[in-house]
């Protein structure tokens, strides 16, 4: 318990600390926003600061936090510095320089920044990947919430009516102005969320020694002796790192009133996801006791776990309020999945996205897929971990190019001493992981293990030596 307790205080002192390094380094200053300069009723339309937090919260807290800390708890209490390190070092950086990056260029997505950054062939690239990451996480934001609701309501309103109504919800808030639907609920669901990681974290710790949460140690606990490096960075990517974020970033990015909001939106918002992942990691081990059962369990699937973590430690009552939040979870970055993927494509083929039927002609299609995906994902008895695997190697590949993309940002603002180190280093690491993942991986090359990692770590030497050597020039030629 006391690592955990630790790894909170880590958190809020890298926030405090680390947050203002990076808000520093980015310097916002006074110009407007595109709330302000826009204002174009639907996607551009400023938000009060603690609105636009609660809804870039929510958009980025899916089942990430919670699934993937779940499934990274079974290598032990490792997880704990990665979702910590990772949060600080990484992923709030990664959160915070996408959003304000993209303020900066009238909320442009990712994938337009990509091209700016790094050239038109990335960002071809990056609308492509970035919109097949979107569907993904759409679908497995549909796939989980139904199975919740379906333990929780009577058997005529099975899977695949709550999949039904969910796509329609996902119709809606994809289709309506942003302050309409996604504005006015999120307040109310960010407080269930709260709520909900609340009592589950403190049905854990007030048991009565019913329930022992491990001490941190480097040993890694995997039952089926999977390594540490590069799976469970992958596992673990909403509570660490995560490029489904560089995909939400944007949206907010609309919405924010002044620039020096950034930091506690951006990167505030992404410290409170590594604390729900945190609760999830400890309360997966506590629960069940070993990694060894707790794999056990999760071969039912992650919902089934959610759910009798929940009811086993806070009974009926608290078991439901529990799984509420954890329903809300991945619907609230459903819909803003879908809607990303709407402004993604809207960049692409400039279409105004003020006028209704623009939006009907790319929300129907993206609609389609993914209810084609959750039918697959249904009728699979894999369909869901596969659907995952994918989404997850993606998530980890979006966010390796998006740290690159503000590394690149950086130098052409001539931060080229440490203040482009702050997400160089970052973006080397998801480098290593990204790539010695795809080629280790079932769902990859399978490539010998050894291979693997040298391969992914000569990928990862061979961007940092040209980063460096770009560096290196710009830092002479600063001098003379």
């Known amino acids: 318990m006391i690592s955990l307790l630790i790894s909170f205080a880590v958190l809020i002192v890298g926030y405090i600390v680390y947050g203002r390094v990076a808000e520093k380094i980015f310097a916002p200053d006074d110009r407007q926003t595109p709330a302000i300069a826009i204002n174009d009723g639907v996607d551009c339309v400023p938000m009060k600061k603690w609105k636009a937090f609660l809804v870039q919260l929510l958009n980025i807290a899916g089942t990430g936090p919670i699934f993937g800390a779940l499934m990274g708890a079974v290598f032990g209490p490792v997880v704990f510095l990665w979702i910590v390190f990772g949060s600080i070092l990484g ?18 997505s990712i994938a337009e920044l990509s091209g700016t950054y790094l050239g038109k062939a990335a960002k071809w690239f990056m609308r492509l990947f970035s919109v097949v990451l979107l569907v993904l996480c759409g679908t497995v934001f549909v796939t989980s919430p139904a199975v919740l609701l379906d333990k929780l309501t009577p058997d005529s309103m099975n ?3 709550w999949a039904i109504v969910i796509l329609v919800y996902y119709l809606l808030a994809t289709l309506l102005p942003i302050d309409k ?11 269930l969320l709260i709520v909900m990681a609340i009592t589950v974290l403190g049905g854990i710790l007030f048991s009565g020694g019913k329930y022992t949460i491990p001490e941190l140690s480097f040993q890694n606990l995997h039952p089926d002796g999977t390594p540490v490096w590069p799976y469970m960075f992958v596992t673990v990517a909403c509570g660490a790192v995560s490029g489904f974020h560089a995909t939400q970033s944007p949206m907010i990015a609309k919405c924010i009133k002044s620039e020096k909001e950034g930091r506690s939106i951006f990167y505030g918002a992404m410290i409170s996801e590594s604390v729900i992942a945190l609760v999830w990691a400890a309360a997966g081990v506590a629960f069940y006791g070993t990694t060894e059962l707790l794999s056990e369990a999760l ?6 776990v959610v759910y009798e973590i929940s009811t086993g430690v806070l009974g009926v009552f608290g078991g439901v309020l529990a799984v509420a939040g954890v329903i809300i979870c991945p619907i609230t970055s459903g ?24 939006r009907l002609l790319i929300t129907i299609p993206l609609l389609v897929i993914g209810g084609l995906l959750t039918w697959f994902a249904s009728v699979n008895d894999d369909g869901f971990q596969t659907v995952w695997r994918y989404f ?19 130098l052409k603002k001539g931060k080229y001493r440490f203040g482009s180190l702050l997400t160089a280093l970052p973006a080397t690491f998801m480098t290593a992981v990204s790539v010695t993942y795809l080629l280790i991986a079932k769902e990859g090359f399978q490539l010998d293990q050894t291979v ?7 990928a990862a030497a061979l961007l940092l030596i040209v980063y460096l050597i770009f560096l290196i020039k710009k830092l002479r030629s600063v001098k003379r």
Do not use: C
Not at 91 to 108: E, F, L, P
Not at 299 to 304: I, M
Not at 401 to 409: G, H, I, K, R, S
């Open 91 to 108: 992923g709030a950086v990664h959160d915070y320089m996408s959003g304000m990056i993209s303020s900066r260029h009238k909320g442009a």
């Open 159 to 161: 899977g695949t009516f």
């Open 181 to 191: 639907l996604i504005g006015k609920l999120y307040p109310i669901f960010g407080v």
């Open 299 to 304: 071969k039912s699937g992650a919902s089934d």
């Open 335 to 358: 819909d803003t999945a879908f809607r990303s993927a709407r402004l993604i494509l809207a960049e692409t083929f400039r279409l105004d996205q003020k006028k209704i039927t623009n």
């Open 392 to 410: 997850s190697w993606s998530n980890q590949t979006l966010a390796m190019v998006a740290l690159w993309v503000a590394t690149a940002y950086l």
């Open 452 to 458: 693997s990692y040298i391969a992914g770590a000569a």
